[in-house]
């Protein structure tokens, strides 16, 4: 995995070269590239979006003019290939160049073969946005969740597109079906590696915030206060000792590669 620009990047090593989840911000994304080259020397193959937000994105045209695949589903290419004022995140979202659009798209769940492997993404309408996916690698037995799911700080809902804090909860509840009690996520941002129960308190959090929120309409009450209630980062004792040792280490590094596959770099260095 690599973090510390815009939301982690998932990567995943195979005989015909590297898949990668999620590109970062475009103002990164020869160092984000660079980075996966320090992993492995083969050429990236696949790139596959989570969704279409612009932190995520961001080595889409650097990737798509060499010549990778671009996989996102459906809505993704569609805001992608638009320029257009977004509410929820307070900016512009502007349209990629043309080698920058998923050149191969889906509607609904799926399986990626790339080679030995096996990828298994799945779609969940109107969550976070209204084209996210995660992807589930069997073999490392690791999800990559996209930003459906957030460690150590609060989620953003994309409501100018159709998101909901309540299908993001529901969105939680079906990751934790996939794998088993041992499976890790990578979360949107947030540290790496997070475990089942760290994913499961998030859920709760979504779920509370949504019933407090729900029993103070029509009161003179601010709704960002169930979230005060719900404080992500100490959803554990292991999460919030984790989040406190890598807000340390970003004043120190901006990119650090992690492969589960490779070794256990991924819980050491988090």
Not at 84 to 107: K, S
Not at 118 to 127: D, G, I
Not at 177 to 195: E, S
Request: hydrophobic residues 40%.
């Amino acid at each position: 995995m690599l973090s510390g620009s815009g939301g982690n990047v998932g990567v995943l090593i195979g005989n015909d070269g590297m898949v990668m989840i999620d590109g970062g911000l475009a103002n990164r994304a020869t160092d984000v590239v660079a980075a996966a080259a320090q992993i492995s020397p083969r050429m990236v193959q696949v790139l596959f979006n989570t969704h279409y937000h612009f932190d995520h994105v961001g080595s889409n045209e650097l990737l798509g003019m060499r010549g990778v695949r671009i996989i996102g589903h459906e809505n993704v290419k569609k805001r992608l290939m638009t320029t257009f004022e977004n509410p929820a995140m307070g900016r512009r979202m502007d349209a990629l160049a043309p080698a920058g659009l998923p050149t191969e798209t889906f509607a609904r769940d799926g399986r990626l073969m790339f080679g030995a492997d096996t990828l298994e993404y799945t779609h969940t309408p109107l969550a976070h946005t209204d084209g996210d996916a995660f992807v589930f690698f069997p073999a490392a037995n690791m999800v990559h969740a996209g930003d459906l799911f957030w460690t150590g700080r609060y989620p953003v809902v994309d409501y100018g597109v159709g998101g909901s804090l309540a299908a993001m909860a529901a969105a939680l509840d079906r990751i934790d079906k996939v794998g088993d009690a041992n499976t890790r996520i990578i979360p949107g941002h947030g540290v790496p590696a997070a475990t089942k129960a760290e994913l499961r308190q998030s859920a709760r959090c979504g779920s509370r915030s949504i019933s407090v929120s729900r029993s103070m309409l029509g009161r003179d009450a601010a709704p960002t206060k169930s979230w005060r209630r719900c404080r992500p980062e100490s959803s554990t004792p292991e999460l919030a000792s984790r989040t406190r040792r890598r807000s340390s280490a970003r004043r120190t590094a901006e990119l650090w590669p992690h492969d589960p596959r490779v070794d256990n770099r991924t819980a050491a260095r988090a």
